[in-house]
């Protein structure tokens, strides 16, 4: 698919749900414009704000024009987030909508006030969506939560995405806890408890894209403080700029560490590791660093969720974002659920690591799967395929060890090609906001182990489940020990 490497993603999720040719699907959102605007009377909320500018983020990423109308300030932002990400500017500050006008109109309010209007808001830990009255009266900005207004916004620019790609649904109302997962009709769900104080976070964070962006924006609106180990073997590609809530175009050729602590420092220190997880394991398991309790993944193949399993940590938190679901799973050692090897079998067409790293770097998998700590030598370059021969010569002539060099491969190798996974914002910020409210649980003694958690933008349906490994499961020997 040619064109914009930006918009690939999001573009792709639209030829899948729709069938449209990626021409077709690109004229229908470069061609969009939304009229965003804030009600009035929620001018002075915090939360009203928050919701606005995630959604105006979110948007821009696969929408033509954005036309926010609010107070000065809160436009402003908007429009600097809009350097940040696009050559050419995406959103611009403007009146509200004339009367007559094309686009789709979105009111941060607590209902719509026009025939096909979208209004969205949120109370607590409970994002809105309402593309019809209800007729009931329903609170709205209330209770301050950031990880509500971050669930209305991802919510909202789901149901605008939907909308704008013509897939064409019956108006609906409709809300979501971030704190229980449960979704239902505005107005129907409890609030969930009052935002506690939160203990710092101490926690090793695997895969730095998409979904653990989602969770880093919740994270960091949330004022969590602490510490954290953050791994990730890739770099910034402008392909990430269409579904990553952190993604910043000056970032871009940058490790994806780099783009997660830039924003989460200085409240919550990062460490980075920009290295292959299988290289970062025996930190571990051989050479004795800590284990934190807390594991949070975002990582898009099994095996390597299979490699963070075996670390065995006790508490494991899955995110997941595939087409238009979110997923969390998670997983307490102590506790009887699933964990991440009962729940996901490797798929054949998975590329392992092993074969991964011979492909990008000519290495033989005997020199660098017990021992990747010695120099390269003359023998890997002679051993090597011929279009590698002149990377690993100049490796071995300047000494580099091979872990340094498998490394350096990984973070400069293409990660897709032309096989990548269709990827929409909202998919990945509601993951992350529904993770990072389970993390405050966490954080606050809470032991919400052995679910996991789906929502479907689709059917607007969210499902969660208690499920339970088999008795042959390695994490029963585990549970023993």
């Given at each position: 698919?040619?064109?914009?490497?930006?918009?690939?993603?999001?573009?792709?999720?639209?030829?899948?749900?729709?069938?449209?040719?990626?021409?077709?699907?690109?004229?229908?959102?470069?061609?969009?414009?939304?009229?965003?605007?804030?009600?009035?009377?929620?001018?002075?909320?915090?939360?009203?704000?928050?919701?606005?500018?995630?959604?105006?983020?979110?948007?821009?990423?696969?929408?033509?024009?954005?036309?926010?109308?609010?107070?000065?300030?809160?436009?402003?932002?908007?429009?600097?987030?809009?350097?940040?990400?696009?050559?050419?500017?995406?959103?611009?500050?403007?009146?509200?909508?004339?009367?007559?006008?094309?686009?789709?109109?979105?009111?941060?309010?607590?209902?719509?006030?026009?025939?096909?209007?979208?209004?969205?808001?949120?109370?607590?830990?409970?994002?809105?969506?309402?593309?019809?009255?209800?007729?009931?009266?329903?609170?709205?900005?209330?209770?301050?939560?950031?990880?509500?207004?971050?669930?209305?916004?991802?919510?909202?620019?789901?149901?605008?995405?939907?909308?704008?790609?013509?897939?064409?649904?019956?108006?609906?109302?409709?809300?979501?806890?971030?704190?229980?997962?449960?979704?239902?009709?505005?107005?129907?769900?409890?609030?969930?408890?009052?935002?506690?104080?939160?203990?710092?976070?101490?926690?090793?964070?695997?895969?730095?894209?998409?979904?653990?962006?989602?969770?880093?924006?919740?994270?960091?609106?949330?004022?969590?403080?602490?510490?954290?180990?953050?791994?990730?073997?890739?770099?910034?590609?402008?392909?990430?700029?269409?579904?990553?809530?952190?993604?910043?175009?000056?970032?871009?050729?940058?490790?994806?560490?780099?783009?997660?602590?830039?924003?989460?420092?200085?409240?919550?220190?990062?460490?980075?590791?920009?290295?292959?997880?299988?290289?970062?394991?025996?930190?571990?398991?051989?050479?004795?660093?800590?284990?934190?309790?807390?594991?949070?993944?975002?990582?898009?193949?099994?095996?390597?969720?299979?490699?963070?399993?075996?670390?065995?940590?006790?508490?494991?938190?899955?995110?997941?974002?595939?087409?238009?679901?979110?997923?969390?799973?998670?997983?307490?050692?102590?506790?009887?659920?699933?964990?991440?090897?009962?729940?996901?079998?490797?798929?054949?067409?998975?590329?392992?690591?092993?074969?991964?790293?011979?492909?990008?770097?000519?290495?033989?998998?005997?020199?660098?799967?017990?021992d990747f700590t010695t120099p390269i030598t003359n023998e890997d370059v002679a051993k090597a395929p011929p279009e590698h021969r002149a990377g690993l010569q100049a490796a071995a002539d300047s000494g580099q060890l091979l872990c340094g060099y498998i490394n350096q491969a990984s973070l400069t190798a293409n990660?897709?090609?032309?096989?990548?996974?269709?990827?929409?914002?909202?998919?990945?910020?509601?993951?992350?906001?529904?993770?990072?409210?389970?993390?405050?649980?966490?954080?606050?003694?809470?032991?919400?182990?052995?679910?996991?958690?789906?929502?479907?933008?689709?059917?607007?349906?969210?499902?969660?489940?208690?499920?339970?490994?088999?008795?042959?499961?390695?994490?029963?020997?585990?549970?023993?020990?």
């Amino acid at each position: 698919m040619s064109g914009d490497l930006a918009l690939s993603r999001p573009l792709l999720l639209a030829t899948q749900l729709t069938g449209a040719s990626p021409d077709e699907a690109r004229s229908r959102l470069f061609n969009a414009t939304v009229h965003l605007r804030l009600a009035p009377e929620f001018a002075d909320s915090h939360d009203a704000a928050l919701l606005l500018r995630s959604l105006a983020d979110q948007l821009s990423r696969f929408c033509g024009t954005v036309v926010v109308y609010a107070p000065a300030a809160i436009a402003q932002a908007c429009l600097d987030r809009d350097r940040e990400l696009h050559d050419t500017p995406r959103v611009r500050a403007g009146g509200p909508s004339p009367a007559g006008a094309a686009g789709l109109d979105i009111l941060v309010g607590d209902r719509p006030e026009s025939p096909g209007e979208i209004a969205t808001c949120s109370d607590g830990w409970t994002g809105r969506v309402s593309a019809i009255s209800t007729g009931e009266p329903i609170t709205a900005f209330t209770i301050a939560n950031a990880v509500g207004a971050l669930t209305a916004a991802a919510l909202t620019a789901g149901e605008a995405f939907l909308r704008l790609i013509g897939v064409t649904r019956p108006p609906r109302a409709f809300e979501l806890s971030a704190w229980t997962g449960h979704c239902g009709l505005p107005g129907t769900l409890p609030h969930g408890p009052r935002l506690p104080a939160i203990a710092p976070i101490d926690a090793l964070l695997v895969g730095c894209g998409n979904v653990m962006n989602g969770w880093a924006v919740a994270a960091r609106a949330l004022q969590i403080t602490g510490q954290v180990r953050a791994v990730d073997r890739q770099l910034l590609g402008e392909e990430n700029l269409g579904p990553y809530a952190l993604a910043r175009r000056d970032m871009i050729g940058q490790p994806k560490t780099a783009l997660l602590a830039a924003h989460l420092q200085p409240r919550i220190a990062v460490t980075r590791y920009d290295e292959e997880l299988d290289l970062f394991v025996p930190r571990i398991t051989r050479w004795h660093l800590p284990l934190p309790a807390l594991v949070i993944n975002g990582l898009d193949e099994v095996g390597p969720r299979h490699v963070v399993q075996r670390l065995w940590p006790d508490v494991l938190v899955d995110m997941a974002a595939g087409g238009t679901t979110s997923q969390v799973i998670v997983h307490r050692r102590d506790g009887a659920g699933q964990c991440l090897l009962g729940a996901f079998t490797v798929p054949d067409a998975e590329l392992g690591y092993i074969r991964r790293i011979e492909t990008v770097t000519g290495l033989r998998r005997e020199r660098f799967l017990n021992d990747f700590t010695t120099p390269i030598t003359n023998e890997d370059v002679a051993k090597a395929p011929p279009e590698h021969r002149a990377g690993l010569q100049a490796a071995a002539d300047s000494g580099q060890l091979l872990c340094g060099y498998i490394n350096q491969a990984s973070l400069t190798a293409n990660s897709s090609g032309g096989n990548f996974a269709a990827a929409a914002p909202f998919v990945s910020a509601l993951t992350g906001a529904r993770a990072a409210a389970i993390t405050v649980a966490l954080l606050s003694g809470s032991k919400p182990g052995g679910l996991r958690w789906q929502y479907n933008f689709l059917g607007n349906r969210a499902r969660t489940a208690v499920l339970h490994c088999a008795a042959t499961c390695e994490c029963q020997t585990e549970r023993a020990c």
